[in-house]
């Protein structure tokens, strides 16, 4: 199946610092990736989508101007945690769908995931 | 809007044993389900989906799963559970018509996490 990156596994930063993550699909395009949260033992949440050369969507009551996401390639899309806190400690986990016309499985090919944690 | 219930939270059972996973859908037209599996501190795997056609899907890792219309279920099954299979396994729904616009937006259960004893 296709591949989906993500970069780094994990992180450690202060509280006040911004952390970015990397996600890419790495056999191909993607016109759309979705960014997830999972807190310990729970399901994933749906944070954004996020589409190639457009804005992201976020969903209710995630914050758009804490939770920065770019997608400026149709392999690569950002997410970057600014000013982070403690309660931003999570795991982060983008998905990529959606090849070009004619290509989309309708399937979801995930992330390894990365682990936030702010001290 | 599209709900999914995974009413098990937790089950165990025995290496070689037959293990059952129970999936309810909410939705109002024909789903795309799909049931995914995750090992600690992993991504998702895709273990099957069911988009039409034929209700009893086969997966990866000897799992199918069948899809039961009138009672809203997309249960997973595996005849005989082997020790790696221990892990978290999440059922998901989407709606058809974001599929095909390549905006694959699933909603995900809750998960049930799979232990399994020697």
């Known amino acids: 199946g296709a591949v989906v990156s993500q970069h780094p596994s994990r992180v450690i930063c202060k509280s006040g610092t911004s952390v970015k993550i990397e996600c890419r699909s790495l056999?191909?395009?993607?016109?759309?990736m979705f960014w997830y949260r999972q807190f310990p033992k729970q399901s994933l949440m749906l944070m954004a989508t996020?589409?190639?050369?457009?804005?992201?969507?976020?969903e209710q009551g995630v914050e758009k101007d804490k939770f920065l996401i770019n997608h400026a390639s149709l392999t690569l899309s950002t997410l970057t945690v600014t000013s982070a806190h403690p309660e931003d400690s999570s795991f982060y986990i983008c998905?990529?769908?959606?090849?070009?016309?004619?290509?989309?499985?309708?399937?979801?090919?995930f992330g390894e995931g990365s682990r936030l944690t702010v001290l | 809007a599209q709900s999914v219930t995974q009413p098990d939270i937790h089950i165990t059972v025995s290496e070689g044993a037959s293990l059952e996973l129970r999936c309810n859908y909410s939705?109002?037209?024909?789903?795309?389900l799909f049931w995914y599996v995750q090992s600690p501190g992993q991504g998702l795997q895709l273990l099957l989906k069911?988009?039409?056609?034929?209700?009893l899907v086969q997966g990866i890792k000897g799992f199918e799963a069948e899809f039961k219309r009138s009672q809203s279920s997309f249960n997973l099954r595996k005849p005989s559970v082997h020790w790696s299979d221990a892990a978290e396994y999440f059922c998901?729904?989407?709606?058809?018509?974001?599929?095909?616009?390549?905006?694959?937006?699933?909603?995900f259960g809750g998960g049930t996490r799979v232990l399994v004893k020697p």
């Open positions: 998905s990529a769908g959606g090849g070009l016309a004619g290509t989309n499985t309708g399937e979801l090919f």
């Open positions: 056999d191909f395009q993607a016109t759309t």
């Open positions: 996020s589409n190639e050369g457009s804005k992201a969507t976020y």
């Open positions: 939705y109002g037209a024909t789903p795309y």
């Open positions: 069911y988009f039409s056609g034929d209700t």
């Open positions: 998901a729904v989407g709606a058809d018509s974001v599929i095909k616009a390549a905006g694959n937006k699933l909603t």
